[in-house]
Each structure stands twice: as structure tokens, then as C-alpha cells.
T-cell receptor, first 115, second 112 residues
């Protein structure tokens, strides 16, 4: 089974702190994604990565950055956390097919509270 | 601008009833329409998906109906069960990167 692991399930941080959210997948997937989930707003794409050392902005990249130094690991970084970044963060990975979309495999999420 | 509009936001159904969730899209380039199911405390998981070359796809009690001309698609859950209680997301994507755009989600509660 594909496993996407988000190491921190719950985090509480203070405004202005630097926050790292880590995601590791064990299926050699090329594509990885970071989404933010808020009630009534659904899943919004922050950043995605087609492959190692590649990154693309999603729909709401402001205030975030990412790092992908190894294929299995995709990190989301909040350089200076703010209260409006309190949210559930979901990581996903995907093995793209030949002309096919491929299924997204999600982790269980990291719930971040910024005080 | 919301590219995929999902309704209703919440839905309560009695056990054995039919649950219907609707989605509409604007971008005619979209050519892949998956539905994801999310249980509390878990990440979303792919439930069923459809391409626009067919009008319906059925997997067990779950059916996607697709109307290309109206740019709408819907999820029907027949004989709904309490175990179906979850949040459902529709999504759409197009060729090339196939980066999915998600709807805002529907919280389904099925009463015993």
C-alpha cells in the first residue's frame, strides 16, 4: 500500500515562528503536492512538485515555500507564521501515468494552530 | 474565481436513501473528473472517477453521472449507509499536468 506520512499531526506555533511541515512517501512517486483544507473552502493547492528539486506555485502560495531535495520528501515551510495560516495541511503524492491523471494519495494531515 | 462549484455544502440522509451531490465547472478543457471521500481524521481517498466520453460510471453503490453540454457532474450514493458518512470532494483536471481543482466539499451524514 502507498503510504504518505506527515510526521506532525498537531502543531501549535506562535506568530512569527518559522514552521516546517514534513511529508514522506514510500512509493517512489514523482509528483507531490501540498494542499490547505479549511471548512467551506475545500482543498486549495499551495505548491506542487513534478520531481526532485522542482517546484511550482499553486493557487495560494503567498506566505509559503517548499523544498524537495529527495524524491520521497516534500517539505512545506512557513517563513513567519501568521494566525491566518491556522489550518489543516494535507500532503499528497502521485505517480503520473502515460497521458493519464493518476490517483492522488493523501497523508492524514497536519493541523497547525498559530497563536 | 471558483472553477468547480459543489453543492450542497452539507447533506443529511436516512439510511437506505439516495445521496446526491452536484458539481459544475466552467473550463471546457477539463477532461478528468474524480470524486474523493474523506473520513474524519483521515486524508481524502479516491472514490470513483469519470472521463467525459461516457455519461455514467457505476462502482457498487456509487455512480457518477456526467452531462458534458451542461458542464455538470454528480455523485449518487444508492442505499446510503451510516458508514458512508464522510466529506466528499469533486474535482476536475485537464491534460498535461492534470493538477486537480477541487470543489469545496459536501459533508454527508447518514442517519441509522
Amino acid at each position: 500500500d502507498v503510504k504518505v506520512t506527515q510526521s506532525s499531526r498537531y502543531l501549535v506555533k506562535r506568530t512569527g515562528e518559522k514552521v516546517f511541515l514534513e511529508c514522506v512517501q514510500d512509493m517512489d512517486h514523482e509528483n507531490m503536492f501540498w494542499y490547505r483544507q479549511d471548512p467551506g473552502l475545500g482543498l486549495r493547492l499551495i505548491y506542487f512538485s513534478y520531481d526532485v528539486k522542482m517546484k511550482e506555485k499553486g493557487d495560494i502560495p503567498e506566505g509559503y515555500s517548499v523544498s524537495r531535495e529527495k524524491k520521497e520528501r516534500f517539505s512545506l515551510i512557513l517563513e513567519s507564521a501568521s494566525t491566518n495560516q491556522t489550518s489543516m495541511y494535507l500532503c499528497a503524492s502521485r505517480l503520473p501515468g502515460q497521458g493519464a491523471p493518476g490517483e492522488l494519495f493523501f497523508g492524514e494531515g497536519s493541523r497547525l494552530t498559530v497563536l | 474565481q471558483q472553477q468547480v462549484k459543489q453543492s450542497p455544502q452539507s447533506l443529511i440522509v436516512q439510511k437506505g436513501g439516495i445521496s446526491i451531490i452536484n458539481c459544475a465547472y466552467e473550463n471546457t478543457a477539463f477532461d478528468y473528473f474524480p470524486w474523493y471521500q474523506q473520513f474524519p481524521g483521515k486524508g481524502p481517498a479516491l472514490l470513483i472517477a469519470i472521463r467525459p466520453d461516457v455519461s455514467e460510471k457505476k462502482e457498487g453503490r456509487f455512480t457518477i453521472s456526467f452531462n458534458k453540454s451542461a458542464k455538470q457532474f454528480s455523485l449518487h450514493i444508492m442505499d446510503s449507509q451510516p458508514g458512508d458518512s464522510a466529506t466528499y470532494f469533486c474535482a476536475a483536471s485537464s491534460g498535461g499536468s492534470y493538477i486537480p481543482t477541487f470543489g469545496r466539499g459536501t459533508s454527508l451524514i447518514v442517519h441509522p
